[in-house]
């Protein structure tokens, strides 16, 4: 058979039909995104998240985390010193000459009660919190904080809220990518909100995000990106567990029917938390999909609404209740119920024996055609290579930085050992110069 190559006009039709040129995304719109802010979902789901608490954040304090510079301020109140961050420099620092115009300043001015409420919430959590604001935690800002999430003062809640990106984002570009609709809240309209979480030992291998489409789970995923080999002997009993999770908690009650969550299944494992809520939108990090391979995904059958409930009789949109009189009371029905306990009780008889005398290679075979893919990290996957790697590379930095950041004595021997650091090179440079000159 003769073959030609494709028209111009062949070849620019195959390129349409197979590569799309974007993603075929709904509109998202800013209440779908408000739908997924923490403070949104938390009051109906929170018998099933772990234990938080939700602090109001007010527009002095917004103010203050919109702040160039990082100034904190001293654990003791009264005395009102503070370790200032120089945003020129990036470094922590101190001018001497203005050390007098530093006291006068009240940090916490207009935000007095909302640090006492933080500090109080942290003491009534056990002392060790996990913060994050209504959408994004700062984890990549770890680096400020001894690379740990992990808070017990109210002031390394404030170095971490500051000092990232993500929770600049949830400030300044919450609504970036939406359809500005008339009706539709404004940016500065948001209830912006402080989640504090109980912290607690979470298995990151246990942490899968989930993919919901027209109100059916399409696919599911683990969030930490390295391989772990018992996973995979149980990745039909995961993905079974949190279909059930999302069947009886969250297919009918979330208010958008495309949305995307994090789950985490806990030791051992016969139940689900969830975690959190992220928008249908290509800002959701889809980690082992892409968005591309999830938008085409076909709708699983069965579920949802279709399911007939065979526990009511409805005749044109009216319940009909039948009483019945009591059948065991006739003779004939009681000696023939009696009679079907007892060929029963002989049936399981045989069950029991035949399942006894069955071999140790003999298998049950179970049906889980039906489960939405779960994707692990394979051995051999790239992703299974970056293991105690950090996650954000724009974040990383020098060592002498990482160093100081771990000295374990607080934010201000941090301050202190990053000044020696300084120090330390500054000497170094006059020296060299010196040496350089004879």
């Known amino acids: 058979m003769d073959s ?15 590569t799309p040129q974007t993603l075929a995304f709904p509109p998202v719109t800013r209440q779908h995104i408000l739908n997924c802010s923490y403070h949104s979902w938390y009051p109906k789901y929170k018998p099933i998240t772990p234990k938080s608490r939700l602090i109001p954040l007010t527009s002095p304090f917004l103010d203050y985390l919109r702040a160039d510079s990082i100034i904190l301020p001293d654990d003791d109140v009264d005395q009102q010193q503070q370790t200032e ?11 001497e000459d203005e050390a007098s115009d530093d006291d006068d300043v009240d940090i916490l001015s207009g935000w007095h009660d909302l640090h006492a409420t933080i500090g109080a919430t942290i003491a009534e959590l056990g002392g060790k919190v996990m913060p994050k604001l209504n959408w994004s935690a700062p984890k990549d800002a770890t680096w400020m904080n001894a690379n740990t999430m992990e808070c017990r003062t109210p002031n390394e809640i404030y170095l971490l809220l500051k000092s990232s990106d993500f929770v600049t984002h949830d400030l300044e570009h919450a ?7 008339a009706e539709q809240r404004k940016a500065e309209d948001i209830p912006f909100h402080l989640v504090l979480r109980k912290s607690f030992q979470m298995n990151p ?16 995923c683990q ?18 567990l949190i279909q059930q999770f999302f069947d009886v908690r969250l297919r009918d009650s979330f208010e958008d029917e495309n949305f995307v969550f994090d789950c985490y299944v806990p030791a051992p494992y016969t139940r689900v938390w969830l975690v959190d809520v992220n928008p249908w939108a290509p800002r959701t990090d889809p980690l082992l999909f892409s968005w591309m391979e999830i938008l085409g995904i076909p709708e699983p059958m069965g579920g949802g609404e279709d399911e007939e409930d065979l526990s009511r009789e409805e005749v044109e949109g009216e319940f009909v209740r039948l009483k019945m009189a009591d059948p065991t009371k006739d003779p004939r029905v009681a000696e023939a119920l009696r009679l079907a306990r007892e060929d029963a009780a002989k049936d399981a008889l045989l069950d029991i024996a035949s399942l006894s005398s069955m071999s140790e290679d003999d ?3 179970e049906d889980f055609s039906g489960l939405p893919e779960l994707r692990l990290v394979g051995k051999n996957d790239p992703e299974a290579w970056s293991f105690n790697t950090p996650k954000y590379s724009a974040h990383k930095l020098p060592r002498d930085v990482v160093d100081a950041s ?23 440079d006059v020296e060299g110069g010196s040496s350089g000159e004879e």
């Open 4 to 18: 030609h190559p494709p028209s111009d006009s062949e070849s620019d039709s195959d390129d349409e039909t197979t």
């Open 85 to 95: 961050w120089d945003s020129d420099s990036g470094i922590f620092s101190k001018d």
């Open 175 to 181: 609504f970036d990518d939406t359809e500005a609709l």
């Open 205 to 220: 291998s246990m942490e899968f995000r989930c993919f919901v489409r027209g109100r059916k789970l399409l696919a599911l």
């Open 223 to 240: 969030r930490d990106l390295n391989h772990f080999d018992f996973l995979a002997p149980m990745q039909h009993k995961l993905s079974s």
């Open 363 to 365: 298998e049950v075979e």
């Open 406 to 428: 771990q000295s374990g004595e607080g934010l201000r021997e941090f301050a202190r050992e990053w000044e020696a650091v300084l120090e330390k090179r500054r000497r170094e």
